[in-house]
């Protein structure tokens, strides 16, 4: 069975590898498993930091 994917280009949903709009990659729109041990949390806020930090949102 396959799952909904999104363009990361146009960010047009599509059942397909690549999007049909604009032959991009698609890739998968479920967000990850939850879990309360999560070790990669420190790293994922991070890196969210430095993006809204480089779009300026961030101060």
Avoid: W
């Avoid at 069975?1 to 059942?15: A, E, F, P, R, S």
């Avoid at 590898?17 to 991009?24: F, G, L, R, Y």
């Amino acid at each position: 069975m396959k799952h909904v994917l999104k363009c990361t280009n146009c960010g047009q949903y599509t059942m397909k590898d690549v999007c049909p709009n604009c032959n991009e990659k698609a890739v998968s729109s479920r967000p990850a498993k939850f879990s309360v041990q999560d070790r990669y949390a420190r790293l994922r806020r991070a890196a969210k930091r430095d993006e809204l930090t480089k779009k300026g949102l961030l101060i």
